[in-house]
T-cell receptor
């Protein structure tokens, strides 16, 4: 099976812009989660989608949003980018909501 | 919500020695405890996991132990090798996964 695939791998954006990140889960996995990874804060949970419904949400501002499509693919959007949003954004998929597998991540740099 | 503490933040061992990383969690409802290994520039990779109804699990040189009463779990790596050098993350889940801040393990040849 192909693993979790994220696109793009790298992004450079300017403050105030918005960005959309994409994630294709492992085939058959219906749960998709997003995490922000920074050197100081580790892996922080953004949100989880299951069968197109947001099942859990982390403690991030409303500028961070996501959605899941009927084929389980997911997108994450960040509006009005801030310098502090620079991070590695990781998508992860799971069949059961437990054993979870990560994509390679999208490294976002905000300048 | 769940809070996971992980110690130590850095760990250096000689090749062939054992390494132990410890985590504590706060939510007694958490029932799943995975460990991930992240090499530089790569994705976190699931290396072993344990459910709350199991006290210990072993896979070759790595093992995880869980003490539900004390709410702590540990990763044990025996006969460490240079390729074990990486950042290791513990996590606890009652959905979603909540991660510790990681342990940077260096195995010195």
């Amino acid at each position: 099976k192909a693993g979790v695939t994220q696109t793009p791998r790298y992004l450079i954006k300017t403050r105030g812009q918005q960005v959309t990140l994409s994630c294709s889960p492992i085939s058959g996995h219906r749960s998709v989660s997003w995490y922000q990874q920074t050197p100081g804060q580790g892996l922080q949970f953004l949100f989880e989608y299951f069968s197109e419904t947001q099942r859990n949400k982390g403690n991030f501002p409303g500028r961070f949003s996501g959605r899941q499509f009927s084929n389980s693919r997911s997108e994450m959007n960040v509006s009005t980018l801030e310098l502090g949003d620079s991070a590695l954004y990781l998508c992860a998929s799971s069949a059961t909501g437990l054993r979870t597998f990560f994509g390679q991540g999208t490294r976002l740099t905000v300048v | 919500g769940e809070n996971v503490e992980q110690h130590p933040s850095t760990l250096s061992v000689q090749e062939g020695d054992s390494a132990v990383i410890k985590c504590t969690y706060s939510d007694s409802a958490s029932n799943y405890f995975p460990w991930y290994k992240q090499e530089l520039g790569k994705r976190p990779q699931l290396i072993i996991d344990i459910r709350s109804n199991v006290g210990e699990k072993k896979d070759q040189r790595i093992a995880v132990t869980l003490n539900k009463t004390a709410k702590h779990f540990s990763l044990h790596i025996t006969e460490t090798q240079p390729e074990d050098s990486a950042v290791y993350f513990c996590a606890a889940s009652n959905t979603p996964l909540v991660f510790g801040k990681g342990t940077r393990l260096s195995v010195i040849a």
